[in-house]
């Protein structure tokens, strides 16, 4: 018997995933992803400059810190691992969206849903459960999108929570 390897695993677990969404027009998955766009984050970030005086102008700053690092960042690795995407490599899948650019490794979408999900966590716990919650299911609608596989969603939650922790660090 022979041990799968971790991209075995990867690859049947995007499969598992991806079938989920077969014969589906998967007009929620697809909302749910473009809400990890940026322009929610830029509007929440705003929203709570203009309105809510005990942290959000430094909710609103930390952020945009963060974004200025995590976005080279995560160019950087893109070219740096080079991983085509499950959409460009697989058959017998299900491809709902168009990506960006051509690689796969990390989520750019993950990284930023889970950047903004630290950063809300360390500012307003109350809404810890609904943050992490969303940027999961950002996480998750890109697979279910047939974009990514889920080591880079686990690459980008890792990515946006490390540069979240440096920038609240830096900032604190």
């Known amino acids: 018997m022979r041990l799968k390897t971790l991209s075995e695993y990867d690859t049947a677990l995007f499969y598992r995933l991806n079938r ?96 903004m999900a630290s950063i809300i966590v360390y500012f307003y716990p109350d809404f810890a459960l609904l943050a992490c919650s969303w940027a999961m299911l950002i996480g998750l609608s890109r697979i279910l999108l047939g974009v990514h596989y889920p080591t880079d969603i686990l690459a980008g939650m890792l990515l946006g929570i490390a540069i979240a922790s440096a920038s609240l660090w830096v900032m604190g």
């Open 20 to 115: 989920l969404t077969a014969q589906r027009q998967c007009r929620r998955v697809l909302w749910m992803s473009k809400t990890g766009d940026g322009y929610l984050y830029f509007a929440l970030g705003m929203l709570l400059w203009a309105f809510e005086r005990e942290h959000g102008e430094l909710f609103l700053y930390t952020a945009l810190m963060a974004y200025g690092l995590e976005l080279p960042v995560y160019v950087v690795m893109k070219k740096l691992f080079r991983r085509p995407r499950p959409c460009d490599l697989l058959s017998d899948m299900f491809v709902h969206v168009k990506p960006s650019d051509k690689f796969s490794l990390p989520s750019g979408h993950t990284a930023a849903a889970w950047l």
